[in-house]
């Protein structure tokens, strides 16, 4: 099974918070008005996807690693 690497575009976000409501387990909004990741690898996708998917910037990236 393979990694899951977590990539953000921190200056394109834009502070809706559609990825922190979707996926709370790794999505946190900080004082800056931003999304955040808790981690950025991960040993399954679990709602990172969901997250990325719903960015309405589509600032977020999920890479899986072989």
Do not use: F, R, Y
Not at 6 to 19: K, P, R, Y
Not at 26 to 43: F, I, R, S, V, Y
Request: charged residues 30%.
């Amino acid at each position: 099974m393979g990694k899951v690497k977590i990539t953000q575009d921190h200056d394109a976000c834009i502070g809706c918070g559609a990825c922190a409501a979707i996926c709370p387990d790794n999505w946190e909004m900080k004082d800056d008005g931003k999304a955040h990741p808790k981690q950025t690898e991960l040993d399954d996708v679990g709602c990172n996807q969901q997250a990325a998917d719903s960015c309405p910037v589509n600032c977020i990236h999920v890479e899986k690693e072989e």
